[in-house]
């Protein structure tokens, strides 16, 4: 019952669910890292449950507010840290600033407004482009294919050179598993649109998964690894352009 206790520890970690405490525990969560993309189906159905029930009698603008809001409150605010982080990183290294220094520095700038504000425009306006039953879909699916950009993400990058929370969780990948992993969010995109006779469309998930590719080469030459904040920047765009996919397809 190892496996149960390595992902219970991966969903307290991930989300804001209550777990067991004997369950937090960082590295029984590395062991289950893999996991993601399944942790993310249970990240996701708080928003899909509050668009399906919501969407008989009320606007679109509210269902785009409340899937934003909902997918940020679930992860606990744990991933956007890493979107902003590293977007701050990146537009500071473009102005010659060392990037591993911003990427610590725990004072939000005006970098990291702007990306804050940037992400939460473009969530919305995909969510607001796209059919209710849809959104309420493919909230979950999105959810899972983050969990999977963070584990590519973390794979394909460096390590980096100090301890921290990137460097315990990537030492427990390795290539099965990260196929393994890619396979789940492949699988739960494909099973989850037929159940819901959506059209299977490719797109979407075929960008879902070449973003965390392009994600971990940009992290390797500005930073030179990918660490936790990299990894949540990644599921987070990831996350945007799975959406952003829909809503133009």
């Known amino acids: 019952m190892k496996i149960l206790k390595w992902f219970i520890s991966l969903i307290s970690f ?8 004997v369950s937090r525990s960082i590295y029984d969560a590395s062991e289950a890292f893999h996991l993601a993309p399944l942790a993310g189906v249970l990240r996701g159905m708080p928003v899909f449950l509050a668009l399906y029930l919501l969407a008989p009698s009320h606007s679109q603008a509210l269902l785009s507010g409340v899937l934003v809001a909902l997918h940020m409150i679930v992860q606990g605010f744990l991933h956007i840290d890493g979107l902003v982080d590293f977007g701050e990183a990146l537009l500071a290294h473009r102005f ?43 909230a979950i699916v999105g959810e899972s294919l983050h969990g999977a950009a963070m584990v590519v993400t973390l794979w394909a990058g460096r390590a980096e050179p100090y301890s921290g929370l990137g460097r315990v969780f990537r030492e427990r990948l390795s290539t099965p598993r990260v196929v393994a992993s890619i396979a789940m969010a492949a699988s739960i995109h494909y099973i989850l649109l037929y159940i819901a006779a959506l059209p299977l469309n490719h797109y979407p998930l075929a960008l879902g998964i070449l973003s965390p590719l392009i994600v971990s080469i940009i992290a390797n030459r500005t ?10 920047f990644s599921g ?9 996919a829909w809503a133009l397809t």
């Open 14 to 21: 991930l989300t804001v669910y209550p777990t067991p405490g």
């Open 96 to 138: 010659g600033r060392n990037p591993g220094e911003v990427i610590k520095d725990r004072h939000r700038g005006s970098y990291g407004i702007a990306v804050m504000a940037t992400y939460v425009v473009m969530l919305y306006s995909s969510a607001l482009s796209i059919e209710p039953k849809t959104l309420a879909v493919i």
């Open 223 to 232: 930073l030179g690894y990918a660490n936790g904040d990299v990894a949540g």
């Open 236 to 244: 987070e765009i990831c996350y945007l352009s799975y959406m952003l």
